[in-house]
């Protein structure tokens, strides 16, 4: 069918960015959020990715995600539990909890959007129940349990952290570059953009403890600028306020050849800030899990 100019004018004005709107879900970025696109090649830096490898153990589907238990932990009654959120490559996750001591991994993906994760614990007693399973399908009492996730992933952490009794039973928290909230306005700037403070919450709590030595906490963030909805950077600019903590510049290497920016340490809070804004540089965090999971492990 042939369009005549005012049907075109109506389609471009409904596809602009500016007739979008961001279509937050409490606070949180859904998985039909438009947000403004990364530049999705670089080469200003290598952008090595790891080679796939599926560790030897057992596996078991569950409700939620696949458990793994690495070969030489198969007969424990007793193991840590890490439990990683938006990985739809599990070997991943996988690989890395392979390489620590005594460790379980239950790989979670649910698709795009931080909300879509943070719904999967609308219910408080879905984390007790999904662990509950993993027990008792795999004859293993999960003595420890942590968290990861990358991206939205980190919406489930949240959503999980919010409940008491979930909190309690958390140890450790590894939040890769997906820490995000609403603009209180829709839109960010003029200058310093006023971020919506709710989702943020369970942060600045698990935040307090980790300073306090009864948590641990790492939480990286990249440069990206979503446009719609806080990015990372703002929302660990944020946080570091509400912890009265100041951020250290750096200029060194990471993991997955990124580039480091900014470093805070307190207690057993670890928050590192790194260099690009590009989806490459989203991704070098994500394969950068091996390393991160060690680091978490330390404390």
């Known amino acids: 069918m042939k369009l005549g100019w005012p049907g075109l004018l109506v389609i471009l004005v409904a596809s602009s960015p500016a007739a979008q709107t961001p279509q937050l879900e409490h606070g949180l970025p859904g998985p039909h959020t438009y947000q403004n696109?990364?530049?999705?090649?670089?080469?200003?830096?290598?952008?090595?990715r790891l080679a796939?490898?599926?560790?030897?153990?057992?596996?078991?589907?569950?409700?939620?995600?696949?458990?793994?238990?690495?070969?030489?932990?198969e007969n424990a009654r007793s193991l840590r539990l890490f439990i990683f959120f938006h990985s739809n490559n599990a070997w991943l996750p996988e690989a890395a909890a392979a390489r620590e001591s005594r460790m379980a991994v239950l790989t979670v993906y649910a698709g795009e959007g931080s909300s879509r994760y943070a719904r999967l614990f609308t219910d408080p007693a879905a984390f007790s129940k999904l662990i509950a399973e993993a027990e008792s399908r795999s004859g293993v009492k999960f003595s420890e349990i942590d968290l990861g996730g990358w991206s939205a992933g980190?919406?489930?952490?949240?959503?999980?952290?919010?409940?008491?009794?979930?909190?309690?039973?958390?140890?450790?928290?590894?939040?890769?570059?997906?820490?995000?909230?609403?603009?209180?306005?829709?839109?960010?700037?003029?200058?310093?953009?006023?971020?919506?403070?709710?989702p943020l919450q369970p942060w600045v709590k698990f935040g307090r403890d980790a300073i306090a030595g009864k948590k641990r906490l790492i939480i990286t963030h990249s440069e990206i600028f979503p446009g719609?909805?806080?990015?990372?950077?703002?929302?660990?600019?944020?946080?570091?306020?509400?912890?009265?903590?100041?951020?250290?510049?750096?200029?060194?290497?990471?993991?997955?050849?990124?580039q480091m920016l900014s470093e805070t340490q307190a207690g057993r809070l670890l928050m590192i800030g790194f260099a690009g804004n590009?989806?490459?540089?989203?991704?070098?965090?994500?394969?950068?899990?091996?390393?991160?999971?060690?680091?978490?492990?330390?404390?």
């Open 228 to 258: 719609t909805f806080a990015s990372t950077t703002e929302t660990s600019d944020y946080l570091l306020r509400q912890w009265e903590l100041k951020t250290h510049a750096v200029l060194k290497w990471g993991p997955m050849g990124t």
């Open 278 to 299: 590009s989806g490459p540089d989203h991704v070098d965090e994500m394969e950068s899990l091996p390393e991160y999971l060690n680091w978490l492990m330390r404390k």
């Open 52 to 73: 796939k490898e599926t560790p030897p153990g057992h596996r078991e589907e569950l409700t939620l995600g696949t458990l793994f238990i690495p070969q030489n932990d």
């Open 154 to 198: 980190c919406g489930a952490e949240g959503a999980i952290l919010s409940d008491p009794d979930s909190y309690r039973r958390v140890s450790r928290v590894l939040c890769i570059d997906g820490v995000h909230t609403g603009y209180v306005n829709g839109k960010p700037g003029p200058l310093e953009s006023q971020i919506q403070p709710e």
């Open 37 to 48: 696109p990364s530049p999705m090649v670089e080469h200003t830096r290598a952008h090595p």
